[in-house]
């Protein structure tokens, strides 16, 4: 069996089969996650791991939008990790924790809701488009593509430091607990859950540092 298998099973726990993809994704999308509450550049070299795995997963469990979602994720982790690593002359961080504007928030919004909409039909139809491909029909595939575009902005506004990011984290994270569930990924389930904690406590951390700033 191949690691990259969901088939290949980790362990068993109350008949639920945890496979060593969702298993090792999980545990370092968490560790990643947990770091960039913390504001540690490290969280983008984890995120770049969790991403690979997370991409083979989503696929394999036919969450397409996720799966493409995955490629963004994977070049904004590179990004990321190199506009948090500029500093001044003074050795500071040269991105300091910010707010987004009304204008920004109404044209964020405006991107979400009409990416949703668009990309769910368009999802649906990638069976018809790329059969040998998507051999299966999406599931969920609207409450699917707004987790993709609520990443999207939330991972850019994470990107530039905007505290914003972490409330539209919250948002998306229990709409993702939503559609895990209903697949049966329990520990994504659960991991997802604990982002919302973890996006709370992020909020919160960098609220604090914003009023220090």
């Not at 560790?31 to 490290?42: H, P």
């Not at 036919?62 to 799966?67: I, K, N, T, V």
């Not at 994270?173 to 996006?199: M, N, P, R, S, W």
Request: aromatic share 20%.
């Amino acid at each position: 069996m191949n690691i990259f298998d969901i088939k290949y099973i980790a362990f068993e726990w109350q008949n639920y089969q945890m496979s060593w993809l969702e298993l090792l994704g999980t545990i370092f999308g968490f560790w990643a996650v947990w770091l960039s509450g913390k504001e540690k550049i490290s969280s983008w070299l984890l995120g770049i791991i969790n991403v690979i795995l997370f991409f083979l997963l989503f696929y394999q469990l036919q969450l397409y939008s996720d799966m493409l979602l995955q490629i963004f994720f994977f070049i904004t982790n590179i990004y990321g990790y190199f506009a948090w690593s500029k500093k001044k002359e003074n050795h500071s961080f040269d991105l300091p924790i910010t707010n987004i504007s009304n204008r920004q928030m109404l044209l964020y919004s405006i991107i979400i809701v009409c990416g949703t909409i668009f990309g769910g039909k368009f999802i649906v139809l990638l069976p018809e488009i790329l059969p040998s491909i998507f051999k299966l029909p999406s599931a969920f595939p609207f409450a699917d593509t707004f987790v993709l575009f609520g990443s999207i902005i939330a991972q850019l506004l994470l990107t530039r430091k905007k505290i914003e990011n972490w409330l539209l984290w919250i948002l998306v994270d229990i709409t993702a607990c939503i559609i895990y569930y209903q697949k049966g990924a329990i520990l994504l389930t659960l991991e997802f859950f604990i982002f919302i904690v973890i996006a709370t406590f992020g909020y919160i951390n960098w609220r604090n540092r914003m009023k220090i700033q």
